[in-house]
């Protein structure tokens, strides 16, 4: 950041966004609401699905290739060959990118847990914002809940309101511990404001009070990230929302993989008439029962499962508390992905999880052949937002 003259202190207004499971939806939320009413805004988010560009929104738009590769190009050289990662250099050229275009507002989601992430330079965010905590990156971030929040409440700034969405016991007291230290006022769920779900909606009870739809995402845990989303902009007086306008921007959310239906393409047309092909990233075991309450609230239909995962990842944590929702699970590789468990994995961590109808599969179409020769009526594919990507490419 030195060598490029310091772009992170160039940016608009940041809200830091970080956790375990709904830090995508969070953002496609806070993104929406800004929007529905005229701000511009910027946003970061990671991983991509299907183009490396997805990653970067500059004022509402993804950011031109042409563009992006320049910037890509300029930190590779002001770097010099030093040891840089990946990740560094894609947040180095957003930063350039955020600090060159003018917004309203950033909105930086955290790569990976929050203290050493590189979006963590930014010294002094307009507001920090934890989604849910779980076990998620175990190598990098600790084996406990209580090391894993230490890494993600890294992101606490001295002055800066932290807005808490709902956290196990342990990972709430390592936060709470952390504010202390460092000065970070607390807006906590359940406790500084709350949530009331409805037939139709939500009500949300903080510094103000607002009667809102449900959001366009499918899932009873989208509630919860709407209500964080909503917690953010209620703490912040910099952006004072209308209930219309948060109403407006909950209708008109983008965030392709989480719990996505797709009604066309190759992959669908493998289905017998009248069956759905879902798609979700979840990698992760609060993912894996944020999937079960999904699959309980729609048990009309049997469900069956088409997984592929990192080996980065704990296929069993995720796939337990799925076993009691699905009939069948079919494994797969991620493909082009060095770090993907292998199909046999997947399928061994399964009946590990309690599944029964378990087989590895050679790739998606495959499995969704073999599912639709038994009658399937639900499939979803899960595992990994990099499996997601390659579904939506193969499924175009």
Not at 132 to 156: C, N, V
Not at 247 to 274: C, K, M
Request: hydrophobic share 45%.
């Amino acid at each position: 950041m030195a060598d490029l003259g310091h772009p992170e202190h160039k940016l608009p207004p940041v809200l830091h966004v970080a956790g375990s499971k709904g830090k995508g939806s969070t953002v496609a939320m806070l993104r929406a609401m800004l929007e529905a009413a005229g701000y511009r805004v910027h946003a970061y988010v990671s991983p991509h699905l299907v183009r490396f560009a997805e990653r970067i929104r500059l004022a509402g738009r993804l950011i031109d290739e042409p563009y992006l590769a320049a910037l890509l190009e300029e930190v590779e050289r002001v770097n010099a060959g030093q040891p840089i990662t990946f990740f560094e250099v894609t947040t180095a050229a957003a930063f350039l990118a955020f600090a060159r275009n003018p917004a309203d507002a950033v909105i930086l989601e955290v790569g990976m847990g929050g203290r050493l992430d590189a979006t963590n330079v930014v010294e002094r965010p307009l507001a920090s914002t934890l989604v849910p905590i779980s076990f998620d990156h175990m190598q990098y971030l600790g084996d406990t809940l209580a090391k894993i929040a230490g890494e993600k409440a890294g992101i606490l700034k001295p002055g800066v309101p932290a807005i808490v969405g709902l956290q196990p016991p342990e990972a709430m007291t390592t936060i709470e511990a952390r504010a202390t230290v460092v000065g970070a006022p607390l807006f906590r769920r359940d406790t500084d404001w709350r949530v009331t779900t409805r037939g139709d909606g939500f009500r949300y009870e903080g510094r103000r009070t607002f009667d809102l739809p449900l959001p366009v995402l499918p899932g009873r845990h989208q509630i919860d990230n709407a209500a964080l989303a909503v917690a953010t902009l209620d703490r912040l007086d910099a952006f004072p929302l209308s209930e219309a306008q948060l109403r407006r921007g909950l209708q008109q959310i983008d965030w392709p993989a989480r719990l996505q239906r797709l009604t066309r393409g190759p992959l669908v047309s493998l289905l017998p008439p009248g069956a759905e092909l879902w798609l979700d990233g979840g990698h992760n075991e609060a993912a894996g029962k944020v999937l079960a309450d999904w699959a309980a609230d729609t048990a009309g239909r049997p469900l069956d499962l088409v997984v592929g995962m990192l080996s980065t990842k704990e296929p069993e944590r995720f796939l337990a508390p799925l076993a009691p929702h699905a009939r069948r699970l079919r494994a797969i590789a991620i493909p082009r992905e060095p770090l993907s468990l292998t199909a046999e994995a997947v399928a061994e961590a399964g009946r590990r999880a309690g599944f029964k109808d378990v087989k590895a599969c050679e790739s998606a179409s495959e499995a969704i052949r073999d599912l639709a020769q038994q009658d399937a009526a639900r499939v979803l594919i899960s595992g990994s937002l990099y499996l997601a990507g390659t579904i939506l490419a193969e499924n175009s």
